[in-house]
């Protein structure tokens, strides 16, 4: 019986963890949510259909640029199409932390890839260093995993909720750079990862490539520029390795 309540105990404080460690990127995401909520009815779409987009699609990034497409009357291949291209990083983080969660029934681990959102995978990525105030003990990490993906969910959804009612209260509301929360969001994860030569490479060139390929339509910009920082940091990383191989050798 000890046991059992030595377990739950456990799941608890998982899950308790991933709901704070989830509060610094709500906040950042807030405005975002907000924002799509005043945007989404002035680009075509219904009450309804907004907040079905964030209930069920539940990706941010994504959800602005189908607006963008809808906005143009862009055909609904070119929607799809644009839309898997963007969302290509998520197979990414999804190759990443299968070796974690394969163990787990089929049933959750749909539920989790639903919710694997930048901000859940960078939130994951820090549950599982060496260094994580919970330790090395991994068995319930898919409780702070559930707990970070369930509050930005709530969050997201009740943003988009609270800004189709302010958009029909405040006028303009788009036009407040609200947009700005979310790229300091994402600045805010990927810093914490800067600790190596490696990591900074990487960092750098996608930040170049980026700027130097914005020109590309449908955000394949995006997906170049990770391609090399990718290929950046793990060229880095590399040579380091062969450097101390070397030196061993002397």
Same mark, same amino acid.
């Given at each position: 019986m000890?046991n059992?309540?030595?377990?739950?105990?456990?799941?608890? !404080?998982?899950?308790?963890a991933?709901c704070?460690a989830? %509060?610094? @990127?709500i906040?950042g995401?807030?405005?975002?949510?907000?924002l799509?909520g005043t945007?989404?009815?002035t680009?075509?779409?219904s009450v309804?259909?907004?907040? !079905?987009?964030?209930l #069920?699609v #539940?990706a941010?990034?994504?959800?602005?640029i189908?607006?963008?497409?809808?906005?143009?009357?862009?055909p609904?291949?070119?929607?799809l199409l644009?839309? #898997?291209?963007?969302?290509?990083r998520h197979?990414?983080?999804a190759?990443?932390l299968?070796?974690?969660?394969?163990? @787990?029934?089929i !049933?959750?681990r749909?539920?989790?890839?639903f919710?694997?959102?930048?901000?859940t995978?960078?939130?994951m990525?820090?549950?599982?260093?060496?260094?994580?105030?919970?330790?090395?003990?991994?068995r319930?990490?898919h409780?702070?995993y %559930?707990?970070s993906?369930?509050?930005?969910?709530?969050a997201?959804?009740s943003a988009?909720? @609270?800004?189709?009612? @302010?958009g029909?209260?405040?006028p303009?509301?788009t036009?407040?750079g609200?947009e700005?929360?979310m790229s300091?969001t #994402?600045?805010g994860m990927?810093?914490?990862y800067i600790n190596?030569?490696a990591m900074?490479?990487a960092?750098?060139?996608?930040?170049?490539?980026?700027l130097?390929?914005s020109?590309l339509?449908?955000k394949l910009?995006?997906?170049?520029s990770?391609?090399?920082g990718?290929?950046?940091?793990?060229s880095?990383m590399r040579m380091?390795?062969m450097?101390?191989?070397?030196e061993?050798k002397?």
């Amino acid at each position: 019986m000890e046991n059992i309540i030595n377990h739950q105990q456990l799941k608890k !404080a998982e899950m308790k963890a991933g709901c704070k460690a989830a %509060i610094p @990127l709500i906040i950042g995401g807030i405005p975002f949510g907000i924002l799509f909520g005043t945007l989404a009815p002035t680009s075509g779409l219904s009450v309804w259909a907004t907040m !079905a987009m964030s209930l #069920f699609v #539940f990706a941010g990034s994504a959800q602005f640029i189908v607006l963008a497409l809808i906005a143009v009357q862009a055909p609904l291949e070119i929607i799809l199409l644009t839309t #898997f291209v963007v969302n290509l990083r998520h197979l990414l983080y999804a190759t990443a932390l299968v070796p974690r969660v394969a163990h @787990l029934p089929i !049933a959750l681990r749909a539920f989790l890839a639903f919710g694997l959102t930048d901000e859940t995978f960078a939130n994951m990525s820090q549950r599982y260093q060496p260094d994580s105030p919970l330790g090395n003990d991994h068995r319930y990490a898919h409780f702070f995993y %559930i707990g970070s993906l369930l509050s930005f969910y709530i969050a997201w959804s009740s943003a988009t909720a @609270l800004g189709l009612v @302010l958009g029909n209260i405040i006028p303009d509301m788009t036009s407040w750079g609200l947009e700005f929360a979310m790229s300091v969001t #994402f600045i805010g994860m990927v810093v914490p990862y800067i600790n190596s030569k490696a990591m900074l490479s990487a960092t750098c060139s996608a930040a170049i490539a980026s700027l130097s390929f914005s020109y590309l339509p449908n955000k394949l910009g995006l997906i170049i520029s990770a391609l090399i920082g990718v290929a950046a940091g793990l060229s880095v990383m590399r040579m380091q390795k062969m450097s101390i191989n070397k030196e061993k050798k002397i």
